[in-house]
Every structure is written in C-alpha cells, then in structure tokens.
C-alpha cells in the first residue's frame, strides 16, 4: 500500500483519473492554466515541490507549461506511446503521480512541461513560510 494512500482517497474524481490512471483534463478548462501569481506549485498527492511560476508561461495549449522543474530531481521522464504517439511523460518521482508530458517546442529552445492543473497544488508567494516551504522564499528575491 502507497505511503500517500490517505492523499490519494481525498483526490477529487479528475484528480485521481490524472494523477492514478494517467488521464488528461480538458485544455484551457483547468483550475491553473491562467495561475500566474508568484509561488509554488507542488505533486496533489505527495506535496513534492515540482514548479515554480517563474517557470510558467503561456504555451497556449491549454494547459499550464513551465520551461523547467524547480529540481530535476523530483521529476521522472517515461517514453510513452499511447494514442499513436511517442512522447514523454513526466511523473513525480516520490509519488508517481501521472503530471503531463515535456515538449522540446518551449520559448528561446527551452523545454515545454505541459502539465495538467489537477495533478497540481498551488501555493502562493505569501504563503509559504506559513505552508513549510518557506526555504522556496529565495526564488522570488530580485
């Protein structure tokens, strides 16, 4: 059994069809893709740091896109061939939540992690310290 069982059960009906089975939310019909506040975004089921939203642009797909991850390492890149197609498919590592694919079609030659919002918890700027990432404060200093 999953450490992040208790998580997972409190996973709304997209939630868990993105994050457990690999599914995909509507494009541009999404809780983030217009979230472009300073802060976080984290795994919905194991709270990882995965994003920030100095990453995020406006891919115009649909759905949120960010250029990197905050850490490569809490991101786990899969080939996927599913739907006639070969792709990448990005999942946390310490979850393994299903969070969407990378792209190598970002701004300036950069990637383009096309993520869906339901496999996503966002925290704000002015909530950080408050939520415990205070330590992501720094990003955001100029």
Known sequence: MSKYADN???LSPIQ??????????????NLYHDEFR???YVDIVSKEVLFSSLEKFDA??????FTKPITQANIIEKRDVSHYMVRTEVRSKEADSH???VFNDGPNGQ?????NSASLEFIPKNELVER???EYLTLFEK
């Open 8 to 10: 997972i059960k409190k």
């Open 16 to 29: 868990y069809r993105v994050t457990q089975e690999n599914g995909t939310e509507k494009p541009f019909n």
């Open 38 to 40: 300073d802060g976080i």
């Open 60 to 65: 115009h797909c649909g759905w949120p896109s």
């Open 99 to 101: 969070l969407g694919h």
């Open 111 to 115: 990637l383009r992690y096309c993520i």
């Open 132 to 134: 415990g990432y205070g």
